[in-house]
């Protein structure tokens, strides 16, 4: 099961911190990802963590502004977003895939982080 929370509204230039706990699973060998989907927009991906490894990846569009760690004795996730635009408003979900395949088979509900300018 996965749990994401910390959403909310902030202005431009505002900073969130989105949590998504991880529960039943060991995670050793899974990727968690966040994706987002914003109003009238597909579903996006915005980056990843490799749990066992804790190596990351990221759109170019959130390069520089999200960072993506994770919590071990938590089964935590954190996506800490700074310097935040207006078109980074959407629902933010964080999903699992098991390493060795591409597709994410876990996904938590989302949580909505709005941006105002």
């Known amino acids: 099961q996965l749990q994401a929370s910390g959403g909310g509204s902030v202005q431009a230039g505002g900073s969130l911190r989105l949590a998504c706990v991880i529960s039943g699973r060991t995670l050793s060998n899974y990727v968690m990802g966040w994706f987002r989907q914003g109003p009238g927009k597909e579903r996006e991906f915005v980056g990843s963590i490799t749990w066992s490894g804790g190596g990351t990846s990221y759109i170019d569009s959130v390069k520089g502004r999200f960072t993506i760690s994770r919590s071990s004795a938590e089964n935590t996730v954190y996506l800490q977003m700074n310097s935040l635009k207006p078109e980074d408003t959407a629902a933010y979900y964080c999903?699992?895939?098991?390493?060795?395949?591409?597709?994410?088979?876990?996904w938590g509900k989302g949580t909505l982080v709005t941006v105002s300018s």
């Open positions: 999903a699992l895939r098991y390493f060795l395949q591409p597709q994410y088979d876990y």
